[in-house]
T-cell receptor, first 115, second 115 residues
């Protein structure tokens, strides 16, 4: 039972355009969401997060939008750069993640930004 | 801050031998660390939660006698793959979170190849 779903396994975008990565969740108890970026043979690196009390969080080129009623969040990258090519994971937790709280992960979306 | 160091980054071992992977929190104390496994083109699979000073909590389907976890100090957790077989070949990643910090930091991962 996949509680966090990333339905697009891959996405290809032209450099300079917007990349939109989507994530859906089923557990209404989730109240904290995170996006991680992962290159091959490396550990994931934290990108951006959002609490359920917000509907938008922005950090430079990265913006995460949360639609609680639809149980949907999205990560927007604009403008996209070739260095953004990686696998992006959506993760969720019940309560503020940290210490001993497990993260529930999506399957990831592989983003390719073409020059 | 919040750096997690994982060692070794790559290891090749013979079938039937055991391999130990170390995960260290360099600038913070972690009462809990998480061990993940990632197969090619697949998502992160949480294997177990490592608890300092007590037994690890294993996810369903993970053999605790095969994947031994020791969390003897607040900065070090180890994962030992015992009697390794080729099907244990995978990318293993640990993560931890400082107390009071939201989100997790990941180690750089260990590529295990069993021949």
């Amino acid at each position: 039972d996949q509680q966090v779903k990333q339905n697009s396994p891959s996405l290809s975008v032209q450099e300079g355009r917007i990349s939109i990565l989507n994530c859906d969740y089923t557990n209404s108890m989730f109240d904290y969401f995170l996006w991680y970026k992962k290159y091959p043979a490396e550990g994931p690196t934290f990108l951006i997060s959002i609490s359920s009390i917000k509907d938008k969080n922005e950090d430079g080129r990265f913006t995460v939008f949360l639609n609680k009623s639809a149980k949907h969040l999205s990560l927007h990258i604009v403008p996209s750069q070739p260095g953004d090519s990686a696998v992006y994971f959506c993760a969720a937790s019940v309560g503020r993640p940290g210490n001993n709280r497990k993260l529930i992960w999506g399957l990831g979306t592989s983003l390719a930004v073409n020059p | 801050g919040a750096v997690v160091s994982q060692h070794p980054s790559r290891v090749i071992c013979k079938s039937g031998t055991s391999v130990k992977i170390e995960c260290r929190s360099l600038d913070f104390q972690a009462t809990t660390m998480f061990w993940y496994r990632q197969f090619p083109k697949q998502s992160l699979m949480l294997m177990a939660t490592s608890n300092e000073g007590s037994k690890a909590t294993y996810e369903q389907g993970v053999e605790k006698d095969k994947f031994l976890i020791n969390h003897a100090s607040l900065t070090l957790s180890t994962l030992t793959v015992t009697s390794a077989h080729p099907e244990d070949s995978s990318f293993y990643i640990c993560s931890a979170s400082p107390v009071g910090y939201y989100g997790y930091t990941f180690g750089s991962g260990t590529r295990l190849t069993v021949v």
